[in-house]
């Protein structure tokens, strides 16, 4: 449990994906308290992708549900690595377990929302891609509007 009584944390959030994620949430508390702009938003974001709001972990989601936690997931992470990119996979990974690759076309077609609001950037080979076209392996970086 959390120290205020709110919802725990999904537990089979393994040691290598659970870090960046605590590591963004730390950094948005940290930006509410000097009242940056977005501060809230980011720790949202990265509550949702940890599984602490949004639909409760022990229940099967809807689409929908399962869907913005892929992209404040997605969110989270590309906030987390802002100078970088992240892959897919990456996502996948944080938010499907040991079945992450069953995740993989949700996290594309995610990935392909957010990209045409221009919260992300689709790269292959440092490029620019519709991700629908990329064949092989594309990155994911931030995008203007997030």
Do not use: F
Not at 10 to 24: A, N, Q
Not at 113 to 135: C, H, M, N, Y
């Amino acid at each position: 449990m959390t120290g205020r009584g709110g919802r725990p944390p999904d537990p089979p959030t393994p040691d290598t994906r659970g870090p960046p994620l605590v590591d963004e949430l730390m950094a948005a508390r940290r930006a509410v308290k000097a009242a940056e702009p977005d501060a809230r938003r980011r720790v949202q974001d990265a509550k949702t992708a940890l599984g602490e709001r949004g639909a409760p972990w022990w229940e099967e989601p809807s689409a929908a549900q399962a869907e913005e936690r892929i992209a404040a997931t997605m969110r989270a992470l590309t906030r987390k690595r802002a100078d970088s990119s992240i892959c897919p996979s990456d996502v996948a990974r944080a938010v499907g377990g040991e079945e992450w690759r069953d995740r993989m076309p949700d996290v594309r077609r995610v990935a392909a929302d957010l990209a045409s609001r221009d919260v992300v950037v689709v790269t292959q080979k440092g490029e620019p891609v519709q991700i629908a076209d990329a064949r092989g392996p594309v990155r994911i970086r931030r995008g203007p509007a997030l």
